[in-house]
Each structure stands twice: as structure tokens, then as C-alpha cells.
């Protein structure tokens, strides 16, 4: 059974950073690929970016040049840096892997929630201004 665990969502001055983590557990390849997603009250959820398995990334244009994706594959742990934070970049923050067959790598935008098998539980991060 795969599962995610995100952690380190929190609350954070405009212009501030959070770094938040992904740990799965139960897969039984070290390299696969990551989605993180966000959803704030009464939206729908968004690709925010993307950890393709050979270390490539793909961000959503709202998040270029503030967030960073990265991995630990000897920890099975993926992690989002979120710098200069934003009012609008509060959101529920979820994190999603393994990548279904059905969905395209062309491109370079983050994959669709409809393109991961499993996803973690959410983390809260909320930006004040």
C-alpha cells in the first residue's frame, strides 16, 4: 500500500518561505514522479509543480522563480521551497506520485490531478499580508 505524508505547511508573513515535504512509503522503486497541488476555499485544485523520475521540473507560471521542487531518493522524500510568499499562495497543499500511463510528458507544465495514483492528506500553509 502506498502512501504520502506531507508536513510542514504552516502560517508565514507575506515575503516569508516554508519549505514543505513529501515522504511515501510502500513503493518499491526509489525514483517516480511527483505532483504538488493546491486548493484554496471555493477553487478548484491547481498543478503547482511537477519532479519528473529523471530529476526533470515543470511549474505552474504562478509559481515560477519563488517555489523549488526537489527530492531525496534516499529518503523517498520530495520537498517544494516555497519563497517569497504570497496572500494568494494560501492553500491547502497536497502532494501526489506515480504517474498513470495515460497521461502525457510533453510539454512542460505541471501534470493534471487525473494523472497521479496516489496522493497524501493535505498540508495548511496560510500567507498574511
Known amino acids: 500500500q502506498v502512501q504520502l505524508v506531507e508536513s510542514g505547511g504552516g502560517s508565514v508573513q507575506s515575503g516569508g518561505s516554508l519549505r514543505l515535504s513529501c515522504t511515501t512509503s510502500?513503493?518499491?522503486?526509489?525514483?517516480?514522479?511527483v505532483g504538488w497541488f493546491r486548493q484554496a476555499p471555493g477553487t478548484e485544485r491547481e498543478a503547482v509543480a511537477a519532479?519528473?523520475?529523471?530529476?526533470?521540473?515543470r511549474y505552474a507560471d504562478s509559481v515560477k522563480g519563488r517555489f523549488t521542487i526537489s527530492k531525496d531518493n534516499a529518503k523517498n522524500t520530495h520537498y517544494l521551497q516555497m519563497n517569497n510568499l504570497k496572500p494568494e499562495d494560501t492553500a491547502m497543499y497536497y502532494c501526489?506520485?506515480?504517474?498513470?500511463?495515460?497521461?502525457?510528458?510533453?510539454?512542460?507544465?505541471?501534470?493534471?490531478?487525473?494523472?497521479?495514483?496516489?496522493w497524501g492528506q493535505g498540508t495548511q500553509v496560510t500567507v498574511s499580508s
Open positions: 519532479n519528473d523520475r529523471d530529476g526533470s521540473t
Open positions: 501526489a506520485a506515480i504517474l498513470r500511463p495515460t497521461c502525457s510528458r510533453a510539454g512542460d507544465k505541471p501534470y493534471g490531478e487525473r494523472c497521479f495514483w496516489y
Open positions: 510502500g513503493y518499491p522503486y526509489s525514483t517516480y514522479t
